[in-house]
C-alpha cells in the first residue's frame, strides 16, 4: 500500500514537472524550423517532412515515439529527446492549425478530428 501511494505521488509530481518545464513556443519552433520552416510547411531538403496541417494527434505520436527512441531516426531522436509532454502538445498543436499545400483529409469514422 506504501509502495502504490509512492509510485502515485512520484506519477503525479513527474507530470506536473513535465509541464511545468514546458519552454515558450516561439523558442521551441524557433529550433525546428531549421529544417521544417518556421511553420512547418517547408522542406528545406527532400528528406524533411511537412509538418503543416498534419493531425495533431498523429504529430503527437510521431514526438513522443522519436522521444522515446520507439521510432528511430538520427536526427528527430536528438531533436525530441528533451521536449516535455506540454512542449508536444504545444507545438502538435502549433503546426496542425498551419496551412500547407500539402492536404490531410479528415479521419472518416472521427467527425470530430476535422478541421482540428
Ligand atoms: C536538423 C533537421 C531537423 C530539425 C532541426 C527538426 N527536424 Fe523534425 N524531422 C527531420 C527529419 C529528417 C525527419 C524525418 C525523420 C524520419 O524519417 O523519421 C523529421 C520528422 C519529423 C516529424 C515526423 C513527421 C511525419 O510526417 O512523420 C515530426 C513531427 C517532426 N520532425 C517535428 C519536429 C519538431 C517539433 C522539431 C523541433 C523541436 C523538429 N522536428 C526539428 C529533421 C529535423
Redesign the pocket.
Given at each position: 500500500m506504501r509502495k502504490t501511494l509512492a509510485l502515485l505521488t512520484f506519477c503525479v509530481a513527474t507530470t506536473a514537472v513535465a509541464e511545468e518545464e514546458r519552454r515558450p513556443l516561439e523558442q521551441?519552433v524557433g529550433?525546428?524550423a531549421?529544417?521544417?520552416g518556421q511553420r512547418g510547411d517547408e522542406a528545406l531538403q527532400p528528406?524533411?517532412?511537412i509538418?503543416a496541417g498534419?493531425h495533431q494527434s498523429y504529430?503527437e505520436q510521431?514526438?513522443k515515439q522519436y522521444r522515446s527512441g520507439e521510432?528511430n531516426?538520427a536526427?528527430?531522436n536528438g531533436?525530441?529527446a528533451n521536449?516535455s509532454d506540454g512542449d508536444i502538445k504545444a507545438?502538435a498543436a502549433y503546426y496542425s492549425r498551419q496551412e500547407a499545400a500539402l492536404y490531410t483529409p479528415a479521419y472518416p469514422d472521427r467527425e470530430g478530428q476535422a478541421g482540428e
Open positions: 521551441l529550433t525546428c531549421a529544417c521544417h528528406s524533411y517532412p509538418l498534419q504529430l510521431a514526438l521510432r531516426n536526427i528527430m531533436q525530441a521536449l507545438l
